[in-house]
T-cell receptor, first 116, second 115 residues
Framework: AQSVAQPEDQVNVAEGNPLTVKCTYSVSGNPYLFWYVQYPNRGLQFLLKYITGDNLVKGSYGFEAEFNKSQTSFHLKKPSALVSDSALYFCAVRPRGSGNTGKLIFGQGTTLQVKP | KAGVTQTPRYLIKTRGQQVTLSCSPI?????VSWYQQTPGQGLQFLFE???????NKGNFPGRFSGRQFSNSRSEMNVSTLELGDSALYLC??????????????FGPGTRLLVL
């Protein structure tokens, strides 16, 4: 079965320190990979995606993600965390192929807590 | 450009009733997908519509249905509501002429409470 795993329910980091939110996936082929962020009582906000090319993808608000094909991972990173980055982060995968159009498979989410 | 809008934002219904949720995609987007978000099951794909046709469907019972209109606006309907249908229902649109067609942009969601 196709799945996405975010192994940490919560990540705690001090403001100014680097952060990493982990994501691994079990999807055949070369899926599209995404990160979204959700603030309380809000929808999902797109951060970045990997389609093809360079393994390091840069996105919004200083976030970046590193794709590792051999480890089937797509970890979200930021060099210097801000308190305002505190939110719920979702990794999502879209399998390639016409039968999978529009279907995102999500991880369970990781709560990022950045402390001043 | 305006984002994805969903109405209503909050809804309270009782078991056995039916409900219709509405989603207006980003202008120019022709694909609309729906997701259910619950604390227990997380985010789950319901279905996708493109050019008024359902193109993909998740693993939900037939009580969950949807449609898309010629202006790309979409509605989803849940009949015979159950307590377990209480959730945040998210709509996402995709498409456009400037690239990035793989990215889904989400609306704020409709929070449904079934009593």
């Amino acid at each position: 079965a196709q799945s996405v795993a975010q192994p940490e329910d919560q990540v705690n980091v001090a403001e100014g320190n680097p952060l990493t939110v982990k994501c691994t996936y079990s999807v055949s082929g070369n899926p599209y990979l995404f990160w979204y962020v959700q603030y309380p009582n809000r929808g999902l906000q797109f951060l970045l995606k990997y389609i093809t090319g360079d393994n390091l993808v840069k996105g919004s608000y200083g976030f970046e993600a590193e794709f590792n094909k051999s480890q089937t991972s797509f970890h979200l990173k930021k060099p210097s965390a801000l308190v305002s980055d505190s939110a719920l982060y979702f990794c999502a995968v879209r399998p390639r192929g016409s039968g999978n159009t529009g279907k995102l498979i999500f991880g369970q989410g990781t709560t990022l807590q950045v402390k001043p | 450009k305006a984002g994805v809008t969903q109405t209503p934002r909050y809804l309270i219904k009782t078991r056995g009733q039916q409900v219709t949720l509405s989603c207006s995609p980003i202008s120019g987007h022709r694909s609309v997908s729906w997701y259910q978000q619950t604390p227990g099951q997380g985010l789950q794909f319901l279905f996708e519509y493109f050019s008024e046709t359902q193109r993909n469907k998740g693993n939900f019972p037939g009580r969950f249905s949807g449609r898309q209109f010629s202006n790309s606006r979409s509605e989803m309907n849940v009949s015979t509501l159950e307590l377990g249908d209480s959730a945040l229902y998210l709509c996402a649109s995709r498409g456009g002429t400037s690239g990035g067609q793989e990215t889904q942009y989400f609306g704020p969601g409709t929070r449904l409470l079934v009593l």
